[in-house]
Nanobody
């Protein structure tokens, strides 16, 4: 059973920083694309950043220059370094990953989310 667990969320003042982690556990053969998404109250879930298995990255325009996504394939872990946080970054942040596993052979998984709150 593959599981994604996020951590690192919390309350921070505007201008501050947080680092989110997403650990993928279970019987894993390999992990392909991974990504961070967020959902603010009353809004749709949106993509924040993603990283391919080869390390290529993409960012939402709203976080470019402030957020950095990375991964450690040896640890099956993805990170999101968030700097210069703004109140509008307040949301639940979710980890997503395409995982090759035992059963099913290939599937997309979501974590349970971690709350990030930025105070003004």
């Amino acid at each position: 059973q593959v599981q994604l667990v996020e951590s690192g969320g919390g309350l921070v003042q505007a201008g501050g920083s947080l680092r989110l982690s997403c650990v993928v556990s279970g019987t894993i053969f390999s992990i392909n694309d991974m990504g961070w998404y967020r959902q603010a109250p009353g809004k749709r879930r949106e993509s924040v950043a993603n990283i391919t298995g080869g390390g290529s990255t993409n960012y939402a325009d709203s976080v470019k220059g402030r957020f950095t996504v990375s991964r450690d394939n040896a640890k099956n872990t993805m990170y999101l370094q968030m700097n210069s946080l703004k109140p509008e970054d307040t949301a639940v942040y979710y980890c997503n990953a395409d995982v090759y596993s035992r059963r099913p052979l290939y599937a997309n998984y979501w974590g349970q989310g971690t709350q990030v709150t930025v105070s003004s």
